[in-house]
C-alpha cells in the first residue's frame, strides 16, 4: 500500500472530520458543537467544548485564527495532576520558591502546547488570575513559569491550584516541576553553541569577503601593500573565529586525547588550528611579499559550516532527552498517610517508611509498594507490566508501586520505602544500560585517528625531503600537502549526511534523537516489539444484540454510566459516541461486576452478564460473555470489543493498522521478529498468531526485558520498538530504540528514535532511511579518500600549487554537502503528518 | 585608493562590534524563544481589543 493509501485508510478508518479545538477525529456519530464567531464547529469531546468555551469567554479567539496547528490534545489526556493535590501547603511547598517581596515563583511542565498562539492563549488567559504577578511560557521546554502574590505557604499553595485550574480550563494539562538542572544546562549549552555560530557567521562572511577583493587582485593586479592589507584584516578575524567559534573543537579535542582516545574533533581542531597558525606563519614572516597563499577564508568557512551542523545535531537532541529519569518523577505528587490516630495528612512519596498506613484514591498511583489493609478494587500495572488486563485486588493483596488503581478506596501498608520498589528499580536499570551501551563510533572516527597520524607523517616526511631539494620550497610544498590530504571532506561527510537525514526522517514524522542509530541499523539482525500499546491499541467497544430501543440511545446510557468512573474499561467506554446526556442519580461502582445508577426512576446496570442481569437472566445467553447493559434487570444491549477474530483472549485492545504490513516487511528484510511482553501468554499468543510471529515472551519483567536484548546485542543488536514505562530498560539496551509517541516521557528518553504519530510503519522508514544515509556516507567518505589519495602524490612532489589544493579542498568538501542534500531532495511523500510533525518542533 | 587603509581597519572594527552585539543579544536571552517573538506582533496587536488592561502587566 502506497504512503497516501494507507494514510486515507487510517483517514477513513477515524472519519474525516476533526475536532475544531485538538484537531483529533471527531468519533462517528458524536454531535457536540461549539459556536465561534457565529459559525458551529464540531469538536471531539465534552474537554476540548469547555475549553473553546473559555477561550471564547475570555476574548482569546484569535487563538484558533493564529495557530500553525491543532493542538493534537484532548484536555485531561495528558500527564495532568490532580490540582487539589497541590493544595496542602507542604506539598506545594516542594514545588514553590518563595521570595522576601511576598511572592511565589513556581514551573510547571506543560503538555499540549504546540505553538506561539498555544502560549499566547496561556498568558493572556492566567493573566486575569487573583494575585498573579506574572506568567511566561518557555515553548521550547514546554514550561511555564509564573509568580504570584503569597505571604505564607497557605496563600503560595492556593495560588498554586488556581494557575493549574487554570491550566486546565484553557484546555492544557500541567504539572508542578521541580527546576530542572539538566534543563538549563542544556539551556547553557544552547547559548553557547549559538554564540560560537554567530561569531563563526559573522567572521566567515567578512573573511570571505576580504579573501574576495584578495582573488580578484591576483588577476587585476594589485599593490603589495594593499594585498598585504586585506590579509592581515583576514589574520585578525579569522583570529576571532577560530578563538572563540571553533572554542569546542579545541576543548573536545583536548579532553579525548587527555582520555588517550581519537576522536573527529582531533582532526577538525587540528585542521583549524594548523590552517590557522601556517597561513599566520606565512603573513609574519613575509610570505605575502613572495606571493605565497594562505588558508584564512576556509579556516573560517569550515568552522563556521561544521558548527552550523552541530547545533542542529544537539537541537534534536535536547529537545527529547528534558525528561527528568528520576524515580520522582514516576511516582504522585503526594500520598495521603494515615496515622495511629487516624489523623490524615499529605506526605511525599519519599518520606513513606515501611509500616506507615496510606490511602490511595480511585484513579490513583500508588506511591509505594504496599499490601492491602482494606478495599476491594482493580489495579492496572500496564504501564509498569505491560499488563493489559486490569488485577482485582482485596485485603492481603500485594500491590506495587507506580500501579494506577481502580474504582475504589484502597488502604494500603507500606512494605518498604518508594526507593526500594520494583519501580524505582526502573531508572537504575536504564542508568546501567546507558552505562554498559557501547560507545557508539562512527565510521570517521575510527579511522580519524590513522589518517591524522598519516598526514602529519606525510607532512613531515615531505618537509624533510624538500629541505634537501629545495629549501626555499619547504612551506609552501608542506603547506600544500597538509591542504590537500587534511580530512576536511572526511571529516564533514558522516556529520552532514546524518542531518540531512535527519531532516528527512522528521518530514515523515519519525523523530530522530540520536542519528548515530542510523549507522547502528545496519547490524540489526533481529526486531523486537512490546506488545500492549506497540502491537495492539486500545480497541473500540461494538453495540451488539439491541433488544429494545435503538443503538444510540443504549450507547448514551453506557456512557453516561461510565461517567466519572476511574477504570481502565470505564475509559474505553468515554470514547464512544453520545449524542445525549442523562441524570443519574444513585451512582455506583459494584466492585469487580460493573457500574449501576437510577435514571427516570428505572434502575440501570452495566457489567458482567450474571450481575447486570440479575432479574431475568436470558438462559441461552447466560454463559455469554461480554458487557451487559440491563434495564431492571432486562437485557437491553450487549458490547463487545472489536477483538481480533478467533482470539477472545484479546478483549480491549486490536492489532495497530500498519501492525501485520511492519512485520512482514522486516521479516523480508531478513530480520527476526519476536515480541516481548510483559502480558499474560494467552494474549502474547493471540498477537503473535496474528502476526505470524514465531518467537514470543510473555510475562517478562522489565529487567528480564534488558536482558533478553543484551543476548541479541551479541548477534549484531536488536531494534526494539516499545512505549511503556516497563519498555525502558530494555530500550537503553536496544540496538536501536524506538519509542512511540504516546509513551511517557521517561521512555521517550530512553529512545533513539520517536515515533511522533505512533505509525508503526515508521520502523520501515527508519531502516530504509538508514540505507539511504549509509549509501551516501560510503560515497561521501570514498570520495574524500579517493581525492586526498589522487592528489597528495602530486602536491608532495610540488606539482601543486598551495591556492590550488585550498581550491581543491573546498570543492571536495562542496561536492560532500551536495551529496548528502539529495537525501532531502527525495522526500515527496506526501503526508499529513508534517503537520503533526511542526506542532512538535 | 589610499582611503583602503582607512576603509579596512574600520570594517574590521565594525565587525567586531557586530559580533559583540551578537554576543550580547544571546547573552540577554533574545534568541530563547524564535518561534514566538516571530508572531507576537500579531497577538499584541489583536489583543488590544478584547483584553482588559490586566495582560499588560506581565510584557
Redesign the interface.
Known sequence: MSALARRLHHDAAADSEACFHCGLPVPPGLDIEVSVNGRSKAVCCHGCEAAVQFIHSA????FYR?RQAPTGHRPGEGIAADPSAFADPTIAAQYLERDHSGRAHGSMALDGVG???C??VL??GL??LPGL????????NGRLSASWDANDDDEAARGLTRLLAGINALGFDAVPAQPAEELALH?QQR?RS??AI??AG??AM?VMM?AIADYAGLFSGM?LD?RA??IW?QM??TG?VVA?GAQAFFRTAWHTLRAGRMGIDVPVALAIGLGWGVSALVVLSGGIARGEHVYFDSVAMFTFFLLLGRHLEQSVRHRFARADARLDALLPAAVTRIDSEGQRESVLPMQLRAGDHIEIPPGGIVAADGRVLAGHSDIDRAALTGESSPLSVAPGCDIAAGSRNGHARLRLEVLRPAANSALAAIPQLLARARAQRPQSLHVADRVAGFIVAAVLVIAAVTAGAWWFIDPARVLPVTLATLMVTCPCAFALATPVTLTAATLRLRRLGVLLVDPTALERAQSLVAAFFDKTGTLTEPGTLRCEAVTAGTEAECVNMAVALEQDVPHPLAVAFRRLPVSHRYDLEHHRVAAGAGVEAIVDGKRWRLGRPNWAASVNPDPAAAGEDGIWLTEAGALRARFHFDALPDHSALRGERLRSGARETVSRLRARGLDTAIISGDSHDRVQAVAEQLGITHWWAGVDPASKYTLLQEARKNGGALYVGDGLNDAPALGGAGVAIAMASACDFTRSAADVIVLDDRLEAVIDLLDGADRTRRIIRQNLLWAISYNLLAMPLAVTGMIAPWAAALGMSASSLLVLANAARLLRQSHRPRESSREALAWT | MDVIWLLIPLSVVLVLLAVRAFVWAVRTRQFDDLDREASRILFEESSQSGQQPEDQRHD
Open positions: 476574548g482569546l479567539d484569535d493564529l505553538c506561539a498562539a502560549a499566547w498568558e493572556h493573566a486575569g504577578h506574572q506568567v511566561s511560557v518557555d515553548l521550547a539551556e547559548r549559538l554564540t554567530g561569531i559573522i567572521g567578512q576580504l599593490a594593499h592589507l586585506l584584516a585578525v578575524l576571532v572563540f
